[in-house]
């Protein structure tokens, strides 16, 4: 299908009414992208050389998703909410425009459509057919437009309000989804009427359209979770385990070690090199890539960040966007790293916080150090040489640098740079008093008498 030109229709009109949301159900997310961002992946996947999204109106939210995603999207309005084949004409325009050999139809709140399927929904097109609809068989028909079928040829998409009692037991059910040959696409969907008590333009009438004109149609099976719609907070949770469940596959087939799978969670876009090994309880949010050899610890969240290779992560660790960790670098239990470069070797093994840094090869960051990066209306950064040793509970306040091979001695609070190879200490000076811890003692032990005594 390389050599034949596609256009993707994508029907994202739909509102939050049901999910109990202010936002338009497509902009919820699974796997950290949106539901309409899975679709447009899937889509551009699927080697489609247009995408149009029909949106309602004061959806510019919607329209600004899709740019995103694909920033040679055109957008159009549906006005009037008067059913599937009358939000599909709002593309008209694109339709006569673009003069497709093929026209995918498919929905916005379907974040498990796969590419292969869409493909596979395209196939029949090539050999010949006018409309190909994506059917499934699901445990309960229930509710569900059945497909009426002889042979290999598509007869007609029957609603179940509509469907006869034979036609009720048919298990073979309509995915929603279709596909129609751009020849004749307009001159079936305008011959679309509204005949149903709803008054409404349904594209499942294309089927008996488009064999009323001589052509043919088929029916294309796919998995149910591939046509599986979103229009609650359920479906919502429903979908998103089985996003999970094909992203765990997806690393386990690649090589990557999942020790407790089912208490991973991916996004979409989480990239492993090879021989990673992840540990139980670990969530990734977007935009992280953990190269080979590396290691990432229990309870550990990462979002934003790169991880180089032979690197080692948490337990409980926090990685925020800007973080790359270099070659066999340690970021231990309990510390936080946001923007900031740790280089090859360097390690900070517990309970610190380093942002807005650069931290040099084989520095070592002692427990309960910081970088004061925030002075209340700016972030400042802070430098950290190669084979720098910075001491247990020590604050460093940016802007500040710390050369090469300096030390810092535990518990100081740094302020001014510091130069390679030098000691810095800065913490106020011990002080012992011989007897005194005696001494104190007595003075509360006579407090607490006279506090009992009576008036």
């Given at each position: ?256 070690t999942l020790v407790a799978p089912e208490t991973v969670f991916l996004c ?98 002692g427990a309960g150090t910081i970088t004061c990066n925030y002075d209340g ?79």
């Open positions: 299908m390389k050599d034949r030109t596609c256009l993707a229709i994508v029907l994202a009109a739909g509102e939050g009414t049901r999910m109990r949301s202010a936002s338009p159900k497509v902009l919820h997310s699974i796997a950290g992208r949106s539901l309409l961002a899975h679709v447009l992946a899937a889509i551009a996947e699927a080697g489609v050389t247009a995408t149009a999204v029909i949106v309602g109106p004061g959806q510019e939210a919607v329209a600004a998703e899709a740019r995103r995603v694909l920033p040679d999207v055109k957008c159009f309005v549906q006005q009037e909410r008067r059913g599937t084949a009358h939000a599909v004409l709002a593309a008209n325009s694109a339709i006569k425009r673009q003069q497709p050999d093929d026209i995918l139809i498919v929905y916005g709140d379907t974040p498990l459509i796969r590419a292969a399927t869409l493909s596979r929904l395209r196939a029949p097109l090539a050999a010949g057919a006018a409309v190909a609809a994506l059917a499934f068989r699901p445990s309960d028909p229930s509710g569900y437009g059945r497909l009426v079928v002889a042979g290999d040829k598509l007869i007609a998409i029957r609603e179940e309000a509509d469907a006869s009692a034979a036609e009720k037991v048919i298990g073979l059910c309509n995915g929603g989804m279709m596909a129609l040959a751009g020849a004749h696409a307009l001159a079936i969907l305008e011959r679309i009427g509204d005949r149903n008590r709803k008054g409404e333009f349904y594209l499942t009438d294309a089927v008996e359209i488009a064999r009323g004109m001589k052509l043919d149609a088929v029916a294309v099976e796919a998995e149910e979770n591939d046509v599986r719609g979103i229009n609650t907070k359920n479906q919502l949770a429903e979908a998103q385990a089985v996003a999970q469940q094909r992203l765990r596959q997806a690393a386990l087939d690649a090589g990557v979409a876009d989480t990239k492993f090199g090879k021989d990673v090994v992840v540990e139980p309880y670990v969530v990734f949010g977007q935009q992280v890539t953990i190269e080979d050899g590396a290691v990432i610890h229990s309870f550990s969240h990462l979002a934003g960040a790169h991880v180089g290779k032979g690197a080692s992560v948490g337990p409980f660790a926090r990685l925020r966007p800007g973080t790359r960790l270099g070659e066999k670098a340690r970021i231990g239990n309990f510390v936080e790293v946001k923007e900031a470069v740790i280089e090859a070797g360097a390690k900070a093994n517990h309970l610190s916080y380093i942002g807005d840094a650069s931290v040099g090869a084989n520095a070592n960051i209306s700016a972030k400042h950064r802070t430098s950290i040489g190669k084979d720098a040793f910075i001491g247990s509970n020590s604050a460093l306040v940016a802007p500040v640098e710390i050369g090469d091979g300096a030390y810092v001695g535990s518990g100081s609070v740094i302020t001014k740079n510091v130069p390679a190879d030098a000691l810095a200490l800065a913490r106020g000076r011990q002080v012992i008093k011989e007897g005194g811890a005696a001494r104190l003692r007595s003075l509360k032990s006579l407090g607490k008498k006279k506090a009992r005594s009576p008036d």
